[in-house]
């Protein structure tokens, strides 16, 4: 089947997040099945020199920030991101022709892909990789059950019952998916993934930037990602002292940055680990491995909540795929990925206590850890690889555009 898909994105690279990430695999892995792929963004992306823009191999039709009265009033500027989006996809729609309109969360791509589906006479696909609203929780803009996350609820579901397919990242987001009234047959779990091939298993630390951060000698707790406050990192930090007292040697590595950074540096402050805990701040992209090779064991600590419960990481299948052991929170994004005692550890979510037990555990166990990690590179390559996992659009495109077909 030759198809060209047109992907509607919040953003994409060179801005770096999992959301752009997860794009560049689908995007690469869809043209090795043979697929064109153009690719236009939201308004999210800010500023770009021009309205078309050539990254990493990929050209990306950009959209122009809204502007006018409706663009500087709360709730009413999503109502002008959609539009301004809806104008730039039908002009680019227009030009290309493409086969299938594959808009990408939130619902105000769905909602711009909806509005030229349906003039233009193409196919279209949403798929959820997090319900926004409950994001929007967590970073503070909104409130659960509040009148904007109410809102922000009604209009996802809308979309998700408009569209002619839906794909979503995990079998927690399927759930509520269903749960709104959509039928189960419409739903298709794409889940998150890694490229094998950009992943070393066995990587060594580089002994100056060992020393450079003081770690010789050591055994490192890690985190590499972004500071978000789901993730729980006051629990690690909270966990330290437990940890030091049976195992003075142990250290607690952050790399990274984002909203909690400033919190999380009074807080080691407050509990006197401050010797303890290294903030290396945001490393480049192509540095990022060097970290990852310095730490023995990678820790996910985060916080029960709707928004974890229902969503898979993928942080830890990075990890997995470098043979790393981690231990993380048992939420329902967690239990999705990693069983417990076998490709890595679960502690009991938003506690201290067993966290810390758990992590004195590992640490003194190393006689497992060949056998985890074995196991964690394992899962990743039966289970959890681009080509596996993107092959399943396949259906998911032929269901969309029987749906069309069939009006």
């Not at 770690?215 to 990602?225: D, Q, S």
């Not at 006051?234 to 330290?240: N, S, V």
């Not at 419960?309 to 795929?321: F, H, I, R, S, Y």
């Amino acid at each position: 089947m030759s198809l060209h898909i047109l992907h509607v994105l919040d953003h994409s690279i060179p801005l770096h997040s999992g959301y752009t990430f997860r794009t560049r695999a689908i995007l690469e892995q869809q043209r090795v099945l043979g697929w064109k792929t153009s690719h236009i963004t939201s308004s999210k992306q800010k500023a770009t020199a021009s309205l078309e823009e050539d990254v990493d191999g990929l050209h990306f039709y950009r959209t122009p920030q809204p502007s006018g009265l409706m663009a500087r009033l709360p709730a009413l500027n999503q109502l002008a991101g959609i539009d301004v989006l809806a104008k730039r996809l039908e002009q680019v729609a227009c030009e290309i022709k493409p086969d299938i309109l594959h808009a990408h969360s939130p619902a105000l791509n769905g909602m711009a892909a909806l509005r030229v589906g349906r003039k233009l006479n193409i196919p279209v696909v949403y798929e959820v990789r997090a319900f926004w609203e409950d994001a929007a929780v967590d970073h503070g803009t909104s409130r659960e059950g509040g009148l904007r996350y109410r809102a922000t609820h009604a209009l996802e579901t809308y979309v998700l019952k408009q569209a002619n397919a839906i794909t979503t990242i995990c079998e927690g987001l399927r759930a509520d998916i269903v749960g709104r009234g959509i039928s189960n047959d419409k739903v298709t779990v794409i889940p998150n993934a890694v490229d094998l091939e950009r992943f070393v298993i066995g990587g060594t630390p580089d002994p100056q930037l060992v020393d450079t951060h003081g770690l010789t000698g050591k055994r490192v707790l890690g985190f590499i990602g972004s500071f978000y406050a789901y993730e729980g990192l006051p629990l690690l930090l909270q966990a330290l002292p437990g940890i030091l007292m049976k195992m003075p040697d142990v250290r607690i590595l952050l790399v990274g940055g984002g909203p909690q950074e400033t919190h999380l540096k009074q807080l080691v402050n407050e509990l006197a680990i401050a010797d303890k805990v290294i903030f290396t701040g945001r490393v480049p992209h192509s540095e990022v491995q060097r970290y990852y090779d310095m730490v023995d064991i990678l820790v996910y600590p985060r916080l029960s909540m709707r928004l974890t419960e229902l969503v898979t990481p993928l942080k830890p299948l990075e990890a997995m795929a470098q043979g790393r052991l981690l231990i993380a929170s048992d939420v329902g994004g967690h239990h999705e990925l990693i069983r417990h005692g076998e490709t890595g550890m679960l502690f009991r979510a938003d506690n201290v206590e067993a966290l810390t037990d758990t992590a004195v555990d590992l640490l003194a166990h190393c006689e497992q850890w060949a056998e985890l990690r074995e196991k964690a590179r394992r899962f990743v390559e039966m289970e959890r690889n681009w080509p596996v996992s993107v092959e399943r659009y396949r259906n998911v495109y032929s269901l969309a555009r029987a749906a069309v077909a069939g009006r």
